[in-house]
């Protein structure tokens, strides 16, 4: 079955240390794979995504992400984390998933928490 | 672009009223919108999916009768929680997913729907 693993479900670290968040995944084919941001009582915005090509891929405020196939892995990173980087990230599969409908399945979420 | 729209973003109603969300995509025309509840501190939970003139298509253990979608045109889905109770208080995302291109789901900002 299709899934997506967030093993982290928190993070703390310092401001301007860096930051990486685990995402795998369990899918059939080459997957449609995205890292999107939530804040407290927002929706979900969108930080980057892959469909294929270049394995590591820039999003925006600074994130970047690599796919590794061989470890079905889609590891969002950020060299140095600022306060607003606070938030809740979801890393999401999207596909017809088996179903004949498109649609994402989304990891649990981990929250980071920034120290001053 | 790809800006998602949601109203209202809180709403407070009795036991036993329906309460009507909308979602629209306020820039571009989406093929597909996504209904997603979430509840606290826990990841989203996809509801149903909508196309413009057609049936919601609805995940297991979603009743149809009481979470009812329309999908009007390619720009709004709208989400009526009929008789709501309190369990049925939560945090409401719509998703749309660009007509003709992308795999991508952009969001709304959420609507929190507390039922008293």
């Known amino acids: 079955a299709q899934s997506v693993t967030q093993p982290d479900i928190h993070i703390t670290v310092s401001e301007g240390a860096s930051l990486e968040l685990r995402c795998n995944y369990s899918?059939?084919?080459?997957?449609?794979l995205f890292w999107y941001v939530q804040s407290p009582g927002q929706g979900l915005q969108l930080l980057l995504k892959?469909?294929?090509?270049?394995?590591l891929v820039q999003g925006i405020k600074g994130f970047e992400a690599e796919f590794k196939r061989s470890q079905s892995s889609f590891n969002l990173r950020k060299p140095s984390v600022h306060w607003s980087d606070a938030a809740e990230y979801f890393c999401a599969v999207g596909g017809t998933l088996g179903s004949g409908t498109y649609k994402y399945i989304f990891g649990t979420g981990t929250r980071l928490k920034v120290l001053a | 672009g790809a800006v998602v729209s949601q109203h209202p973003s809180w709403v407070i109603c009795k036991s036993g009223t329906s309460v009507k969300i909308e979602c629209r995509s306020l820039d571009f025309q989406a093929t597909t919108m996504f209904w997603y509840r979430q509840f606290p501190k826990q990841s989203l939970m996809l509801m149903a999916t909508s196309n413009e003139g057609s049936k919601a298509t609805y995940e297991q253990g979603v009743e149809k009768d009481k979470f009812l979608i329309n999908h009007a045109s390619l720009t709004l889905s709208t989400l009526t929680v009929t008789s709501a109770h309190p369990e049925d208080s939560s945090f409401y995302i719509c998703?749309?997913?660009?007509?003709?291109?992308?795999?991508?789901?952009?969001f709304g900002p959420g609507t929190r729907l507390l039922v008293l």
């Open positions: 892959y469909f294929s090509g270049d394995t």
């Open positions: 998703s749309a997913r660009r007509w003709g291109t992308s795999e991508t789901q952009y």
């Open positions: 899918y059939g084919a080459t997957p449609y």
